[in-house]
T-cell receptor
């Protein structure tokens, strides 16, 4: 079983739609969590951190459920520019490198 | 400020040839990571260095792969001999913090390798 699992998609949604991505992780000792965005033929870039209490950044809301080892990302009012691959990222316990999910591809259609 | 700089950006080589990928981390960063990305396997960590010392190379696929960091501003990933299954995007990333975290790591633009 992969340490971080995501639905690969693609999710094809119209502009203005709300879309949600889910991610599960297997290492219960994981300490910190992130969503990264990767545009086609570009490097991954941090979108937002994920906190236990849930957090929001504009149209983006991230949630963490430690008991279920589940992370989510909600995008409201989708824009064409949101089209990208969204990577779920986990930091294991201690000072160790990030572990990436394979990503969920989103296409927002006009 | 310059980000993580990788070269070459694109390389096409024949099976059996040696490939050397290069990375210059952000100045002052003390951790450096080599990741490989493919459609099938996603983004996988190959090796990482802290203060120029290899800490974990368990992700290196096999003996054909080797990585070095001779100083704080330069690292290489070498594949010898290369095989078609090595075709992938190789990302270098660096981090400034002694506590590696998703909000302290920065990626280069990647080296796109095709082995024919």
């Amino acid at each position: 079983r992969k340490e971080v699992e995501q639905d690969p998609g693609p999710f094809n949604v119209p502009e203005g739609a709300t879309v949600a991505f889910n991610c599960t992780y297997s290492n219960s000792a994981s300490q910190s969590f992130f969503w990264y965005r990767q545009d086609c033929r570009k490097e991954p870039k941090l979108l937002m951190s994920v906190y236990s209490s849930g957090n929001e950044d504009g149209r983006f809301t991230a949630q963490l459920n430690r008991a279920s080892q589940y992370i989510s990302l909600l995008i409201r009012d989708s824009k064409l520019s949101d089209s990208a691959t969204y990577l779920c990222v986990v930091n294991r316990a201690g000072n160790t490198p990030l572990v990436f999910g394979k990503g969920t591809r989103l296409s927002v259609i006009a | 400020d310059a980000g993580v700089i990788q070269s070459p950006r694109h390389e096409v080589t024949e099976m059996g040839q040696e490939v050397t990928l290069r990375c210059k981390p952000i100045s002052g960063h003390n951790s450096l990571f080599w990741y490989r990305q493919t459609m099938m396997r996603g983004l996988e960590l190959l090796i990482y260095f802290n203060n120029n010392v290899p800490i974990d190379d368990s992700g290196m696929p096999e003996d054909r792969f080797s990585a070095k960091m001779p100083n704080a501003s330069f690292s290489t990933l070498k594949i010898q001999p290369s095989e078609p299954r090595d075709s992938a995007v190789y990302f270098c990333a660096s981090s400034s913090s002694d506590k590696i975290s998703g909000n302290t790591i920065y990626f280069g633009e990647g080296s796109w390798l095709t082995v024919v």
